[in-house]
């Protein structure tokens, strides 16, 4: 599985980005797809989840501003982030797993290049 993603960059503090991975290969076999992210200096958090029955997990950092959604026929996932924060500066990693229910971060085994999301203030 390859994971695609695209659409990072730089914005001010209170705007708007919209993140979108695509996966290819063998595909049939994910169940979850993601994004985590990493903030310089800091581990990997996991930003929001969503099953291919379409169930969506956030961080709680995140909820309420940010949206994931996909379009199961091709496998793509977007995240839509408002209201964005400086704290959500970070390089953001699409992740796809074969797990039906993956909790810890091993358990997502495929992952993105990752793309960058600068947040002014």
């Known amino acids: 599985v390859q994971l695609q993603a695209s659409g990072g960059g730089l914005v001010q503090a209170g705007g708007s980005l919209r993140l979108s991975c695509a996966a290819s290969?063998?595909?049939?076999?994910?169940?979850?797809m993601g994004w985590y992210r990493q903030a310089p200096e800091k581990q990997r958090e996991r930003v929001a989840i969503?099953?291919?029955?379409?169930?969506?997990n956030y961080a709680d950092s995140v909820k309420g501003r940010f949206t994931i959604s996909r379009v199961s026929a091709n496998y793509t996932v977007y995240l839509q982030m408002n209201s964005l924060k400086p704290e959500d500066t970070a390089v953001y990693y699409c992740?796809?797993?074969?797990?039906?229910?993956?909790?810890?971060?091993?358990?997502?085994?495929?992952w993105g290049q990752g793309t960058q999301v600068t947040v002014s203030s």
């Open positions: 992740v796809a797993s074969d797990y039906e229910r993956p909790r810890a971060i091993y358990e997502y085994e495929f």
């Open positions: 290969g063998s595909v049939g076999s994910i169940n979850v």
């Open positions: 969503i099953t291919n029955r379409g169930s969506t």
